[in-house]
């Protein structure tokens, strides 16, 4: 290497830094944290469906576990998440998201309408 960074035959040569590939990493990972964060914004401020909430138990609890859960506190699942801990349910009693986060569930938020939680419509209304 010559005294300007490049090797000695090419002064316009220049090794590539080590820092910079980290940066570049750290560069990916945050443009990939700040698109979930958006996605999760508006997943959540979405338009909601009365009475139906996502609930999330903690991680590694079953299906079964889940839909126990639930039903202990009068809720009714309606349909399955994407993993075995994450379930829809029904119920129209106010204090059903506190009765489940007592029951051990980690989150309980009202289910977002293009989940496909939706009331029916009467025929020929869109």
């Known amino acids: 290497m010559d005294k300007y960074g490049g090797s000695a035959g090419n002064p316009y040569l220049v090794e590539q830094d080590q820092n910079s590939e980290k940066g570049g990493l750290f560069t990916a990972l945050m443009l990939l944290l700040l698109g979930i964060a958006a996605l999760a914004l508006a997943t959540l401020s979405s338009e909601r469906v009365n009475g139906q909430y996502v609930v999330i138990a ?12 639930v039903a202990s506190v009068d809720g009714l699942p309606v349909a399955l998440g994407g993993f075995g801990n994450v379930i829809i349910a029904a119920s129209d009693r106010t204090d059903f ?13 009202p289910a ?15």
């Not at 991680?59 to 079964?64: D, N």
């Not at 998201?97 to 938020?109: I, K, L, P």
């Not at 977002?112 to 869109?126: I, M």
């Open 58 to 69: 903690p991680p590694g609890t079953s299906q079964a576990a889940t839909f126990a859960m």
């Open 97 to 109: 998201v506190a009765d489940m986060e007592n029951a051990g569930a980690w989150a309980v938020f």
């Open 112 to 126: 977002p309408r293009f989940l496909g939680c939706s009331t029916p419509t009467p025929e020929g209304s869109v």
